[in-house]
Nanobody, 116 residues
Framework: QVQLVESGGGLVQPGGSLSVSCTAS????????MGWYRQAPGKQRELVAT??????NYADSVKGRFTISRDNAKNTVYLQMNSLKPEDTAVYFC???????????WGQGTQVTVSS
């Protein structure tokens, strides 16, 4: 059984920084992509950033402020969030995709709140 365990998140003032991490455990093999999505109240879940061995991809709204990284040995993905804005407030979900077999896994979500 595969589990994605997220940590980090919380409350931060506008302009502040926060980081979240996600570790995949269990029978998970051949990870191709790891990433973060977010969902604000009343809105659809949206992509924040993804990372593969070939590089990274960011939503336009977070480019230059967020940095995604991964530790393949630990099956862990990180998201460093700087210059946070109130509109970054959302539940952040970790996402992992594997090949052979083709699977997609989701974390339980962690709340990030940007407010003064």
């Amino acid at each position: 059984q595969v589990q994605l365990v997220e940590s980090g998140g919380g409350l931060v003032q506008p302009g502040g920084s926060l980081s979240v991490s996600c570790t995949a455990s269990g029978s998970i093999f051949n990870i191709f992509v790891m990433g973060w999505y977010r969902q604000a109240p009343g809105k659809q879940r949206e992509l924040v950033a993804t990372i593969t061995d070939g590089g990274t991809n960011y939503a336009d709204s977070v480019k230059g402020r967020f940095t995604i990284s991964r530790d393949n040995a630990k099956n862990t993905v990180y998201l460093q969030m700087n210059s946070l804005k109130p509109e970054d407030t959302a539940v952040y979900f970790c996402n992992v995709g594997t090949v052979q077999p083709l699977r997609v896994y989701w974390g339980q979500g962690t709340q990030v709140t940007v407010s003064s």
